[in-house]
């Protein structure tokens, strides 16, 4: 990470993110006011490239950033719980990625804070959060778009979605853990 923008918290990357934040009410407003599926898949398909584009600027621009690091994941999980919170008043079963992914936020973000304090590090995304990122905007976007999904088709993609935000909990936990009791402290 160049070491000019590690500190910085005004970059473009993390602007993108704050834009991402400012689109959540506008996607709820969208979807639970005006019932407008289209704009609603609109404004999230929006959301999703802008965290694509935050990543693509922050790589090749060397704009990687502690504060981004850290606000980036938060924009993307505000937003896939706002519009899971939005479905769950049409698919009831939208309440199993819910709790499941508000769970595992929760006790990601509260195991990350410790490994910070720790070893004075901020992680980045792994594989597996950025599969289920991709898995949950997909399986929103597809229930937005498809407003009369079969209930099987809806509940595959509802269950797939959950295991793999149960899979991705389970394995961030693990690391973090382990980390955790590494027994040496990182931290300058």
């Known amino acids: 990470m160049e070491e000019k923008y590690k ?3 005004i970059t473009i990357p993390n602007l993108l993110s704050f834009f991402r934040l400012l689109l959540i009410p506008v996607i709820m407003w969208l979807y639970i006011v005006k019932k407008d599926p289209i704009w ?3 404004m999230l398909i929006l959301s999703g490239v802008t965290d694509v584009v935050d990543g693509i600027i922050a790589r090749k621009c060397n704009m990687i950033s502690d504060f981004g690091k850290a606000f980036d994941p938060v ?3 505000l937003t896939q719980i706002a519009m899971l919170y939005c479905l769950v008043s049409r698919f ?3 309440l199993l990625p819910l709790c499941v992914l508000v769970v595992k936020e929760i006790t990601a973000g509260i ?3 410790l490994v910070i304090r720790k070893t004075g590090k901020v992680d980045g995304a792994v594989w597996h959060g950025k599969a289920t990122t991709v898995s949950l905007y997909s399986m929103m976007i597809i229930h937005l778009i498809w407003f009369h999904i079969p209930g099987v088709v809806s509940g595959i993609l509802i269950g797939g979605c959950t295991v793999l935000a149960l899979l ?3 394995l961030y936990t ?3 853990v382990k980390k955790l009791s590494s027994g040496r402290d990182n931290h300058a």
């Open 7 to 9: 500190h910085k918290i």
């Open 75 to 77: 924009a993307d999980k």
């Open 111 to 113: 195991l990350g804070l």
């Open 174 to 176: 693990r690391e973090n």
């Open 92 to 94: 009831k079963w939208m």
């Open 40 to 42: 609603t898949t609109v």
């Open 168 to 170: 991705s909990a389970f």
